[in-house]
């Protein structure tokens, strides 16, 4: 990066919308889904989960109507297909 580009980032403060936290919640689901936590570690990343989706409930505009506990659109894996 250059200089200026360096300054104008460190400048401007991070910004998070309601979506790229709903996005977590669902990478979350796809994650536990295809087996990427070990038993130990679901506890904490469910109550890490439930924690969000409570925030995103309590702050999502009514005339949204979105489900926040909704799954991906992400097509399965050649690995999941065979499976099934």
């Known amino acids: 990066m250059t200089d200026a580009v ?9 910004q998070l919308s309601l979506g790229d936290i709903q996005l ?3 990478i979350i689901d796809l994650c536990s889904k295809r087996g990427a936590f070990e038993g130990q570690e679901l506890e904490p990343i469910g ?27 992400v097509e399965p894996s050649e690995e999941e297909e065979a499976s099934s």
């Not at 360096?6 to 991070?14: F, G, L, S, W």
């Open 6 to 14: 360096e300054t104008q980032a460190a400048e401007e403060p991070v």
């Open 24 to 26: 977590f919640v669902q």
């Open 47 to 73: 109550a890490l989960r439930g924690k969000v989706v409570r925030f995103l409930e309590s702050n999502v505009p009514a005339e949204e109507g979105a489900p926040v506990q909704g799954e991906m659109d």
